[in-house]
């Protein structure tokens, strides 16, 4: 094959992927042989896809050659064996031996013999060889690495693993020329060329236009003659003709002459191709009926933003109101940063885990792949955001700022479309609320993804969702498609509201700002729309709006504007009404090409409003002050750049600079402690004591179960202390409480509690040490000894490794192989250990002494070590070799009081770790070693003693030998708030007793337990409704019953 016909296979692969024929693209693939999708073959591994797998691979290899090949269809064949052993069906793993495994006999009869005698076993992992095979994920997903390697090594796929850079939509830019040209070519240029094909080549018909046509045209200038100039005109300017294909339009554009032909292949000419159009300050028409104003609404037209397919869902970020979230008609997720106009990030729909999706939502994709957004929304904070999708599923990212989203739950949600999500946080808690066609309201954890509530009610499928609290009580209206509005609260009751939307029809519901007033519109199937304000305490309506078209399929859509303003898009204009009268306030056209009934998205501020238009664009309207906002976060970074050459000038040579630092340090500290909240008293917060009939030295290690019910402390006298909370109608959840008392927890099996092996330690060096499984069931510890393995159901001891010396002074679970672990030793190596094969895989050499502090990070499969020689380094955790190392930075005239055992811990984003010393705390990046924040301990400060980022990564936690605990912001090291030894501990306490680990909550970001030097064990939260640590400075001598 030539290299240009290889180069149309890669076009026409690069289509089939933007329009979603993902299937097709595949076969295409295996069977050409040019580009393996290693991406698809993961998924498929992971997903247990193994006849997929074989199936796809064969197209670029088979199983005889070469020794990778070879490899490779073993794996995955032995994989599908295993699994199936697992499962019990012998009959079919027999099969799979005599005619999948047969093959590979010759040469390996040992092991194949070894295989067939499985085939007894009623446990696989009764055999010795498999005794520590884990579930079948984790077994996928190391099966899925080993195959990788084995691809990426095989010389057959040099060359075919990365897809060429090709600009998109590149096959509709060569289709949009060769017509461009045909065109030019015509005898007769038709200035509004018809072309309604491809399979022939365009050719315009002699001049046979109307009278009436010709002076249309003439009235009405094609767009493409001014694609960025907005027209005044009343009637609507007639598009150039469109070539639909897969519902993307592709413009056909018209030229006088060759020498043009250049400037219509820019993007500009592609409704499929991200764009911004040059800022436009002109509103198009806006038509007063009322003669007064009370409130600025946005409508200049300030720029244009163009997506890659038609928009369907859209929501300004709650804080960064210049930060657009975009949801498409194909699935797609994209993140504007409006102000500078530019796309942050795109995402094409992808399940994560098919694995775990119901057969139901496996065989509507089948079916028909095409998947689109019905629904896109921040959570009230903007950390996280929701989508809703046409099948099933709903998918959760979190949001760290700028490009950075990371996935945080995948659900499959209801049967069919989910129609609509929100987000509530009744019981202090946050929920995400999703309703679909399967008549259904669901509430889901936010954390666990588990389901809360369903409500069921509904005869039909449910259209829109609305959240509200009033008076303290949390309610959740739900609206039909046939109309019947239900009102419930978060429990099992039932409805407590039925009533009927006006027209019957699809309708969404929302509140003013003020939460007082509650608003409806909505489109029945003969095209009605009905807005109206109604009675929410008795379901009547108040008001109805008038001025609304009708006869059109889609839903009006609508928003509220700061209390006073209504705002829809209907009939190709944004209508405006007062709140407090029916009539129609005015209409704005924003210069013409709206949809029939476009989408419409205000921010927080009232000062930006996002307006979908024809051909996949988005128009951005801005009052005076939404102009001022684009303008300021546009300048803001030229800005901060200015200001640090500003600040580098002024401080001169040099040689001055630490001078200058010590003085900027000194006053942001005094300004610091003059805004920290001090809790003295135990009225300021809630604490627990954990009571045990065990006598326990100092808490060395202390750590919440991932699930959130239990705490595993290790005390230095080697025993283990586990209490779990029960689940009663005070604590429903289970989860970890002041509230109620949790109870030291031993198995049924009546073993006491797991102490570790003390063979060969010496005490007076220990470093008491352990980790903790994903799942909550292996528990790795050691205390100067021999390591042990725990099962934490049974509490017996499974395996035991590597006795002393060197002794373990640090571990870590591999966070995608719980057979993984990282071991730091006291004789400063740091060993990378096998538990199944019982085998060091690498050991680790850079540290000076012995190796204190070891994690993960998962996204970017990275190890970071901390050790008492005051380093942290940086493994790349594929071929386990150092990437960086870099000396902590020791605050100026502590280095020789600054021995310490430096801890780490990485942040929730996976990209930042914290490092704890006892001199000062600092965040770095996991990719440079970069610090990005640091805090010292002041002369009169007392040293850190541990520290812990909340589970939203959002504060620090720090202990101080003199007993307090200090939360800091974690954005930027700042102290928030100080707890006292007064407000946690009681009175008659020692003065030398202080946290000497702190452990938080991994679901509530306000929770936190911290371990005694005496033996005891703390659990605090804040004492507010709202649940929230720091409140500015308090008032000096205030009453001692005062609470915060």
Known sequence: MSALSKELVFLILQFCNEEGFKQTAHMLESESGFYFDMRYFEEMMHSGNWHEAERYISGF????????????????????????????????????????????????????????????????????????????????????????????????????????????????????????????????????????????????PKNKVSFVESIESNLNPSRAASSSVVTHSTSRSRSASTITQCGFPVEATCHDSPTELDSDISSKDFGGVDEVVSPIRDPGQIHNLVPTMHIDVPTMVALTLTEGSCPTSMDFHPVKQTFLLVGTSVGDVGLWDVAHGKKLLS?????????????????????????????????????????????????????????????????????????????????????????????????????????????????TPVYSICCHTKENIDLLFSISVDGKIKAWLYDNIGARIDYDAPGLGRTRMAYSADGQRLFSCGTNKDGESFLVEWNDSEGWIRRMYQGLDSCHSSVVQFVTIKNQLLAAGDDHV?????????????????????????????????????VVANENRIKILATDDGLHLLQTAEEQSVDASREISETLRKIGKPKDMEDVKSLIGEASAKEEIRNLSEFEKSSQCQSLKLSAHVKANEISRLTYTNSGNAIL????????????????????????????????????????????????????????????????????????????????????????????????????????????????????????????????????????????????????????????????????????????????????????EAESDTQIQIHQDQLHFLAIH???????????????????????????????????????????????????????????????????????????????????????????????????????????????????????????????
């Open 918 to 1044: 006892k001199t000062h705390l600092a965040i770095y990046e996991v990719q440079d070693l970069e610090c990005v924040e640091q805090w010292n301990i002041s002369k009169a400060s007392s040293p850190i003693s541990h520290a812990a980022f909340s589970c939203d990564g959002q504060m620090v936690y720090a202990g101080f030998l003199d007993g307090s605990i200090t939360i800091f912001d974690a954005l930027v090291l700042k102290q928030q708030c100080r707890i006292h030894p007064s407000a946690y501990l009681p009175a008659n306490i020692s003065s030398t007793v202080c946290p000497v680990v702190i452990a938080a909550h991994p679901q509530k970001p306000t929770q936190f337990a911290v371990g005694l030097a005496n033996g005891e064990i703390y659990v605090l939260e804040p004492p507010d409704p709202e649940g929230k640590w720091g409140f500015g400075p308090l008032v000096e001598n205030q009453p001692e019953n005062h609470q915060l």
């Open 347 to 459: 995402r094409n729909f992808r399940v994560w885990d098919i694995a775990a999706c119901s057969n139901a939502f496996k065989a509507s994709l089948v079916k028909d792949p095409c998947v689109s957004v019905n629904q896109i929304m921040w959570s009230p904070d903007g950390s996280l955001f929701g989508v809703a999708y046409s099948k099933h599923i709903v998918q959760l990212y979190s949001y760290s700022g700028g490009d950075d989203i990371r996935q945080q739950l995948e659900i499959d949600a209801h049967l069919g479309s989910v129609n609509d999500l929100a987000f509530s946080s009744p019981y202090e808690q946050l929920f995400v609320i999703t309703c679909g066609d399967d008549k259904t309201i669901k509430v889901w954890d936010m954390v666990t993804g588990n389901k809360q509530f369903t409500f069921d009610g509904h005869d």
């Open 574 to 610: 944004i209508k405006f009404w007062d709140m407090d009268k029916k009539e129609l306030l005015m209409t704005m056209d924003t210069g013409g090409e709206l949809q029939v009934a476009p989408r419409i998205n205000l921010n927080k501020e009232c000062t930006l409003l996002a």
């Open 61 to 204: 290899t088979k199983l005889d050659d070469d020794r990778y090949s070879t490899k490779t269809y073993f794996e995955i064949r032995k994989q599908k064996f295993f699994e199936t052993l697992d499962r019990k069906e012998h009959a079919k793993a027999l099969d799979i031996l005599m005619t999948d495994l047969r093959v590979f006999e010759r040469g390996n009869e040992d092991l194949f013999k070894e295989m067939a005698q499985l085939l007894t076993f009623n446990d696989i992992r009764d055999h010795e060889s498999l005794s520590l095979y884990g579930d079948t994920k984790s077994a996928r997903e190391t099966i899925t690495r080993e195959v990788k390697k084995l691809i990426e090594a095989n010389p057959l796929f040099h060359g075919k693993l990365k897809f060429p850079t090709i600009k998109s939509q590149r096959l509709r830019r060569l289709i949009n020329q060769s017509l461009n040209w045909q065109h030019i070519l015509c005898e007769d240029p038709s200035p509004n060329p018809d072309i309604e094909t491809l399979f022939l080549d365009h050719v315009c």
């Open 713 to 896: 402390a290790l005390a230095s006298n080697a025993i283990h202390l586990l209490w779990k909370w029960p689940q009663n109608e005070f604590n429903p959840n289970s989860k970890a409480t002041t509230k109620v008392h949790p109870q030291l927890w031993q198995p049924k099996s009546g073993l006491q509690l797991m102490c570790n092996d003390l063979t060969g330690s010496k005490p007076e060096q220990a470093v008491p040490c352990f980790a903790l499984s994903k799942n909550d069931s292996y528990l790795l510890s050691a205390s100067g000894g021999i390591i042990s393995l725990f099962n934490m159901i049974t509490f017996k001891t499974m395996i035991t490794m590597i006795p002393p010396p060197p002794a373990a002074t640090c571990l870590a679970f591999h966070p995608q192989d719980n057979n993984i672990v990282a071991i730091g030793m006291d004789n400063s190596t740091i060993l990378i250990y096998n538990v199944r094969t019982n085998k060091v895989k690498a050991k680790l050499e850079g540290h000076a002494e012995r190796v204190t502090g070891l994690a993960f990070s998962n996204t970017l499969n990275m190890l970071i070590s901390s050790g008492a020689d005051e380093q942290i380094f940086a493994w790349n955790a594929d071929g386990w070799k150092m990437e960086k190392s870099r000396f902590l930075q020791v605050p100026l005239g502590k280095e020789l």
